[in-house]
């Protein structure tokens, strides 16, 4: 059990730039979730994998985000046109019974 | 999802136990209560997890209500690595919310030594 890995663990951009982070699962992990922490306020839920299906979205997830899984193992998460207000940690978690979270991206968009 | 009630902040002395109270007064009968703590600037790290019976892991004890209302985090021996901030979150596990966290505001718990 090597842990959810992140990458990169912080990314500073332009307003308007894209970003992509990148979430790898514990090995046979079926569940993927990603969250995004704003300073000072508990995760909040963005989306929600099984394997490679997307099977929930939360109305946080703008039309500027995609997410996917292909092939079931690592995930990608894509900002677009970024805004200042998408300043925030995104936090990816895998599970089988229960969530194990990696140490989260930080995005500062200036 | 079930909301929980958490207080903001608790004070811990170094090597006594601290005591986080949880309220769920709404829970589901399949909702499981999980306890995540984050310490600043990681992610979070799961705790503890319990249905109905008081549970107990190398980490913490979980002690549930008879009601499953409400549930009592104790980490028996507190150590200043304690502090951090704590999550009490209801989840049914996988079942119609695909086990994804609702998480509140949490407890700032702060070990003094």
């Known amino acids: 059990d090597t842990g959810v890995s992140q990458d990169p663990r912080h990314k500073i951009t332009k307003r308007g730039q894209n970003v992509t982070f990148r979430c790898d699962p514990i090995s046979e992990h079926n569940r993927l979730y990603w969250y995004r922490q704003t300073l000072g306020q508990g995760p909040e839920f963005l989306t929600y994998f099984q394997n490679e299906a997307q099977l929930e979205k939360s109305r946080l997830l703008s039309d500027r985000f995609s997410a996917e899984r292909p092939k079931g193992s690592f995930s990608t998460l894509e900002i677009q046109r970024t805004e200042q207000g998408d300043s925030a940690m995104y936090l990816c978690?895998?599970?089988?019974?229960?969530?194990?979270f990696g140490a989260g991206s930080r995005l500062t968009v200036l | 999802d079930a909301k929980t009630t958490q207080p903001t902040s608790m004070d811990c002395a170094e090597g006594r136990a601290a005591n986080l109270p949880c309220n769920h007064s709404t829970i589901s009968g399949n909702e499981y209560v999980y306890w995540y703590r984050q310490i600043h600037s990681q992610g979070p790290q799961y705790i503890i997890h319990?249905?109905?019976n008081n549970e107990t892991n190398e980490m913490a004890s979980l002690i549930i209500t008879e009601d499953r209302k409400s549930s009592t985090l104790i980490l028996p021996h507190a150590t200043l690595r304690d502090t951090a901030v704590y999550y009490c979150i209801v989840s049914d596990a996988g079942g119609t919310s695909y086990g994804k966290l609702t998480f509140g505001q949490g407890t700032i718990l702060t070990v003094h030594p």
């Open positions: 319990g249905l109905k």
């Open positions: 978690a895998s599970s089988r019974d229960r969530e194990s």
